[in-house]
């Protein structure tokens, strides 16, 4: 299965990602999730950003905008992260911001607008990442 970033809102069927080969970090999570729940294991949908600090050509798929990828449930150890855009599991790389039984509920940015058709809309969004000593 090979990445390709698309416009297009939603999320591909695992069906439809498996036919074309081809997906964004949305469709390989939520084909890893339909995966993981065909072996009778729990999965959600996580959305976030992707630590790309490293940069260059070893810089993770999906750096520098939202990232998805799927929890799964592995009794006795609770949930476990799993990358299947970049083939990680867990770390810091990881940051969450929601988490939910279906990619549809997971739209990090809905809304509408009414105004003028000139005005253009933009927006950034930065995340800085940094060690945090433990307090005990």
Known sequence: LGYSSREEMGTQSAAETITKGLGTCR???FLF???ARKFGFAA???TGYLNDSAGGPDAPVGGGATHAWADVF???EGWIEFDPTNRITAGSA???VATTRKP???SPISGSFDGAGAVCLGLSVSVDVREVEDAT
Do not use: H, N, W, Y
Request: glycine share 6%.
């Open 27 to 29: 469709d390989f999570a």
């Open 94 to 96: 990881l940051i969450r």
């Open 44 to 46: 959600r949908f996580v």
């Open 104 to 106: 549809s509920q997971a």
């Open 33 to 35: 999730m339909e995966a």
């Open 74 to 76: 592995v009794p006795g």
